[in-house]
């Protein structure tokens, strides 16, 4: 089987599995290609990266909501600006956070298998692609230059990992989400990747359906947020 193997059938989509440790290892290793974060380490029950950005200091990728593992977490870390992402559900996770923790917004890890596509460009718009060892960054702009949709792959072994996949609100529902991913398919192809993965959001989702992706898991977030200023 594929490193990057997607679940299939009904089932899955009305409830997702907890991810397979090595669709979480490819989304790692492409992640931090893609955000120029550190190498991730292997930590007891997942992975941790140092990314060091302000509001996402630090990040741990679990595979599977394991208690032991979640709330040794808790006890360590209260700093703020740290990241956990689970792929299980909320219902797994919420019990096990403490109490600084705050739940962020749901998320899918998603897969599929790459495969060389044509793509249709709508009038108006021209497509700007380049690629940077393994991280192509595809843009599509108006006639006059203004960005209109993006999005980033970085390809790591023969994983693609799909990343920051953006449609302008005033230039949604062209088609340009499908021009950018298709693009972005075709160059991770031609770097020598068959299987793809990503992390979307409940909107994104239906876009990645509609290409062909299936839902893998659940993807848990929550992060200690920063005291609000009370001065601001």
Known sequence: MNAVAANTGTKAE???LTADAEVIRAWTSGWVL??????PVEVPGGFEIEVGKQGHLRR????AADPVVIRDL???ITEPDIWIKVTAHEDEVVPLLAPAWTLMEPGFMMTTTLHSVEVTLPAGYLVNATTEEAVTVVQVLTADGQPAARGRVAVAGESAIFDQIVTEEDHR?????SVVMNTLGN?????????????ASDQGRELYLSLGWTVHSILTSAVILPPVDAAG
């Open 74 to 76: 808790m006890e360590r």
């Open 14 to 16: 009305e409830k997702p």
């Open 60 to 63: 741990y990728v679990l595979p």
């Open 187 to 199: 160059s991770a192809v031609a770097q020598g990747a068959h299987n793809a993965v990503l992390a």
């Open 173 to 177: 529902r062209r088609g340009l989400g």
């Open 34 to 39: 893609s955000r120029g974060a550190s190498t």
